[in-house]
């Protein structure tokens, strides 16, 4: 029996398609929590806040953000050279959504959330 290929759509001309492609990715909106919150950091106090999120998935998301204009990267040439990472007005447009996100979260998931 034959495979059936799904088709191919092409959702890059679609602001809304583009936006939720982009804070749908793995650990991003976790990512972009933590910048949001605690403000700018470096690469190993991200890795280390984030728990459990690889280097590469890390390197791959910050590069991600930075070239969609979400981040600045702050390179300092010290010994070893230094790199924070700080989210741009961009994000800061999101304020209202993550807010009620974590909201949702801690009335679902968090310490005194009801069950069912």
């Known amino acids: 029996m034959a ?3 799904r088709p191919q759509v092409d959702n890059t001309h679609e602001p809304l398609a583009k936006l939720l492609g982009i804070l749908a990715s793995p650990w991003t909106l976790l990512l972009l ?3 949001h919150i605690e403000g700018p950091k470096r690469f190993g106090e991200l890795k280390r806040r984030l728990g ?5 998935t890390l390197t791959d998301r910050l590069r991600m953000l930075e070239a969609e204009g979400w981040l600045t990267r702050h390179y300092e ?7 924070t990472y700080t989210i741009t007005k ?3 447009e999101l304020d209202g ?5 974590d909201r949702i979260a801690e009335r679902w998931y968090g310490k ?5």
């Open 3 to 5: 495979r059936r290929e």
């Open 33 to 35: 929590h933590r910048l």
């Open 90 to 92: 961009k994000v800061l």
């Open 112 to 116: 005194n959330a009801k069950k069912g």
């Open 52 to 56: 459990g999120i690889s280097t590469k």
């Open 97 to 101: 959504v993550m807010i009620e996100l």
């Open 77 to 83: 040439p010290t010994v070893p050279p230094q790199v």
